[in-house]
């Protein structure tokens, strides 16, 4: 089981956001509100990187699909500036390889989210960037 480790995943989401045709650059300022800036036909999104884990509240659920979240703030002020600051959140699983690209205002009264890998609650995003591509 692999742990998970920031500076791998922000690595691991900017190339599959390169390999899906998305200009991208890394923040390096450890002060910023992002970790990524995505760039495409010279609109910019800024994306905040953070674990897409299992749900463990879902543990016993009878669905056969993985239920994740993504916690994106750690509190209420950082979430309130985020929401100022940040486009998306990218949650990454290592462990199965998966993403969540989930769009800022799904945290609007809320610091983490659930995400569906198949039908229900915000299933669309799970491995997609429906959301990012209708922004951009």
Known sequence: MNRYNQFDAVKKVCEILKDCGFEVARVSNPNAESDITITFNDKKANV???HLE????YKNSPRTYK???VEAFDTY????????SIDFVIGYNFN?????CIPINEYKDKRSTVIHEKEDTRHEYYNSFIALE???
């Open 48 to 50: 905040l990187v953070r």
């Open 54 to 57: 299992k749900d463990h509240a």
């Open 67 to 69: 239920i994740y979240k």
């Open 77 to 84: 002020e950082e979430r309130n500036n985020g929401l100022k």
């Open 96 to 100: 199965d390889d998966c993403f969540a």
């Open 134 to 136: 209708e922004f951009i």
